[in-house]
């Protein structure tokens, strides 16, 4: 069984750019999140999704946002990039909430 | 914000001994998750542990869970160097579909 995959692996981008990060979740699985990790914050949440519809969105600015496909794959992106926003941004995925989550390896955004 | 805290933040043992690494959050939950993170990778479920349950074995690890003090450990017997890695407790309350996690204990396990 395929586990979570996060693509890019690794990115960088210039400040003011946008980028679009990608997740496909473990097949079955409908619940999908997205989590910010620095070192210095640690890890936070962005959003989670159910079946297309964002249930709960984390203290973010609006430049975060994301989406869930109908094939519970899911996407977010980030606008106007800030040298703050360069993280670890994991995603993971569960047959629905409460259940146990796994994790992609992430993706790796620098912003220069 | 972050719910939990664990401690110690960081922990040095030799292979073959016991590590044990704490939790603790703040409000009502309806369980409780450890993980375990390598170098920045994606993170590892362990063990999720529901707040109606005290105790939880996973092979070399043990979970508990005492509610009324807002606190669990993470046991882990017979360490190896395998073991080495950062390691959070996640929580998550009623319906509010977010984990929210602990700063992480970095455990090393020296040879």
């Known amino acids: 069984k395929a586990g979570v995959t996060q693509t890019p692996r690794y990115l960088i981008k210039t400040r003011g750019q946008q980028v679009t990060l990608s997740c496909s979740p473990i097949?079955?699985?409908?619940?999908v999140s997205w989590y910010q990790q620095t070192p210095g914050q640690g890890l936070q949440f962005l959003f989670e999704?159910?079946?297309?519809?964002?249930?709960n969105k984390g203290n973010f600015p609006g430049r975060f946002s994301g989406r869930q496909f109908s094939n519970s794959r899911s996407e977010m992106n980030v606008s106007t990039l800030e040298l703050g926003d360069s993280a670890l941004y994991l995603c993971?995925?569960?047959?629905?909430?409460?259940?146990?989550?796994?994790f992609g390896q992430g993706t790796r955004l620098t912003v220069v | 914000s972050q719910q939990g805290e664990e401690d110690p933040q960081a922990l040095s043992i030799q292979e073959g001994e016991n590590a044990t690494m704490n939790c603790s959050y703040k409000?009502?939950?309806?369980?409780l998750q450890w993980y375990r993170q390598n170098s920045g990778r994606g993170l590892v479920h362990l063990i999720l542990i529901r707040s109606n349950e005290r105790e939880k074995h996973s092979g070399r690890l043990r979970v508990t869970l005492d509610t009324s003090k807002k606190s669990s450990s993470l046991l882990i017997t017979a360490s190896r160097a395998a073991d080495t890695a950062s390691y959070f407790c996640a929580t998550d309350r009623d319906s509010n579909y977010q984990l929210i996690w602990g700063a992480g204990t970095k455990l090393i396990i020296k040879p």
């Open positions: 999704y159910f079946s297309e519809t964002q249930r």
């Open positions: 409000t009502s939950i309806n369980n």
């Open positions: 097949s079955g699985h409908r619940s």
């Open positions: 993971a995925s569960s047959l629905e909430w409460g259940y146990k989550a796994f």
